[in-house]
Structure formats: structure tokens, C-alpha cells
């Protein structure tokens, strides 16, 4: 019998989702052992629930550092990053739904892929200030994952000719 695939899901997600709460259970439980010093009862709920942020924070501090000497180590340069007002680029995330919806959108469509100069008509508005600031390659980080942008031609029609899309007729 097989498993459905939400369980299967779920099975794998576990070890993330209990691991801070965890983590901060082990620490009070080691403090309070060694020290005998532990957290107050009101506090160890929000304590479990803020551990999940505090990770998260601390995984992408580690996360930049390793790519800031990734790149050093190779002497190559990082793109620079688009400024976010809000955490994990939801402001960003927000306004490219908005130009979505209103029928403006930075991504290409299979009617685009056909036509060469497709920058010219596409360049999204939200992007398009900061590439005239920060150049023409640009990092973005949307829901804290790093995403990198261009707008270079030769790099998109070196993009589109190595693309190998089936398209049926």
C-alpha cells in the first residue's frame, strides 16, 4: 500500500517543524539541569513559537555569509541586492502580484518566447528603476530565498538559444 503524497510530504517537512521548538526544549531543559536556571511557565509558548523566526534568521545570516565567501574564495562579485522594505521581499513579492493582476507582468509567456527583442516590450516596472541604479543583473530575495534578475540582452538570447522547450503546433 502506498502512502498519499501529502503524507509523504509531511514525513519529510517533520524534522524542520520540530526542530526549533526542540531545540529550545533542550536548551531550558540543559540551562535548568546544569544551572538550575529555566524559562517561566508564561514564557516557553512564546518562546517555541518566536524560535521559528529566530532560525530562520539565523539561516539566512549563514546563508549570506557562505555565499559572500563562496565568492570570495573564487574572487567573483555578487549582484548587488534590490532594497526591501518588508522581511523575506513580501513588498517586492506584492508589487509583481499587483502587476499581474493588472496584465503587466515581468515573466515571459510562450507567445514571447518567439520574438527576439523581447526586452524592449516586457521590462517590468518594478524592476525597471533599479536596474537603471544598480545595473543590469540584480539580486532579489523573495520569500528569503535569493533570486537573480537580468535584463542583459546577451545574456538572454544566449539564455533563449540554449532553452530546449518542445513547442506542439
Known sequence: MNLPPGV???????????????LVYALNRICNFAFGVSLPAWSRVPTYILSFPILLTCSMIATNYRDRRQAALR?????????????????????????????YSMGLSI?????????????????????NTLGHTINTRILFENRVCTSFKPFLYLYLLTLRIDLHR
Open 8 to 22: 509523504i510530504y509531511l514525513i519529510i517537512r517533520l524534522p524542520k517543524l520540530v526542530l526549533p521548538p526542540a
Open 75 to 103: 574572487g567573483a562579485v555578487l549582484a548587488p541586492m534590490y532594497p526591501s522594505r518588508w522581511p523575506g521581499g513580501l513588498d517586492i513579492l506584492a508589487a509583481l502580484v499587483q502587476n499581474f493582476k493588472t496584465g
Open 111 to 131: 507567445k514571447q518566447l518567439h520574438f527576439p527583442f523581447f526586452m524592449d516590450t516586457v521590462a517590468g516596472d518594478v524592476m525597471d528603476d533599479q536596474c
